[in-house]
């Protein structure tokens, strides 16, 4: 008898030290999307997109678009920063279809973490596949967690004024989801702490209000850049490409480049939201251009 075909297997966890920290990152998702052009860029780049993707050995249509939330022990606390698509494709007619179902309980129990272990949920942003995982049939998941929002994009989506005609229904969500649990969080801005060693930095655009986060321990540091950069070839090597699920495109494209030489010029670790699992990695600058690298053991040592 041949050996039968086991189909796909992709790793779903990953966990490592920062310091004296342990960060997880964790897959609650994945999806294939079509149409990175005209998604990125619109159509004027089509061109350009479709010559990156061939150049870069990818599809030049269909991409796989990953949600990973990632958790990191700090030793007293346990964060979560986001909580992927949840149940919302069940819950909402809207969604069917266009989110994949969330995995995260599960896999963040494959880790060795329970739901009521999380001591703080950081929300980087109020798009569904950020909030998603919050509450399931109208009831906290994490039970035990206090909430952090960057205090300027829980303003702007709690206030509803300016939300473009593709984002309506997210603004419906985030009043659903996110408003009831105000009194259990705290609002922050860019320079505030989360926690000892978990810092807010401005990365406005892509939502309105959206933040990033330093994670420091021990002199290693980790920028979760939530969804800074939307794909790993197409948002690094063009950052000025408008992306079309970016709320203030402009904004988002200062952000990114604001953010890439940061990154490149500080030779940070980054962790991605959007990024190929892991979700880690780090950008290397050679004249004006950036490219991902992806993380391999460096971590790990
Ligand atoms: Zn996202």
């Known amino acids: 008898m041949p050996a039968s075909i086991q189909g796909e297997l992709q790793p779903t966890i990953y966990r490592f030290k920062l310091g004296g920290f342990e960060v997880a990152t964790i897959m609650d998702s994945k999806v294939i999307r079509e149409g990175l052009s005209p998604s990125f860029g619109g159509e004027p780049a089509a061109a350009e997109v479709k010559a990156l993707a061939a150049a870069n050995r990818i599809d030049a249509n269909r991409y796989q678009h990953p949600f990973t939330p990632f958790v990191v022990n700090t030793g007293k606390e346990l964060v979560l920063f986001d909580t992927g698509n949840g149940s919302l494709s069940a819950e909402n007619e809207q969604l069917k279809g266009r989110l994949p179902p969330g995995n995260l309980v599960a896999r963040m129990a494959e880790a060795g973490y329970k739901p009521e272990d999380v001591d703080v949920i950081v929300i980087t942003h109020g798009h569904p596949d950020h909030i998603g995982g919050l509450t399931k049939a109208g009831a906290p998941v994490f039970p035990k967690a206090r909430y952090v929002f960057g205090a300027a994009d829980f303003d702007f989506w709690k206030k509803g004024e300016n939300v473009r005609e593709a984002r309506k229904f997210n603004r419906e969500l985030y009043v659903k989801i996110c408003l009831p649990l105000a009194d259990r969080s705290t609002f922050i801005k860019p320079g505030d702490e989360v926690v000892p060693g ?104």
């Open 198 to 301: 978990i810092t807010a930095v401005d990365a406005f655009g892509h939502s309105p209000g959206m933040l990033a986060f330093m994670i420091e321990s021990e002199g290693k540091r980790l920028l979760n850049w939530a969804d800074t950069c939307g794909h790993y070839v197409v948002s690094i090597q063009r950052p000025d490409l408008h992306l079309d699920v970016d709320d203030d495109k402009d904004k988002a494209a200062a952000t990114r480049k604001r953010i890439l030489d940061m990154v490149a010029s500080e030779k940070l670790f980054v962790a991605g939201f959007h990024m190929p699992f892991p979700g880690l990695g780090f950008v290397e600058k050679t004249g004006n251009a950036y490219r991902w690298v992806p993380h391999s053991y460096q971590l790990n040592l």
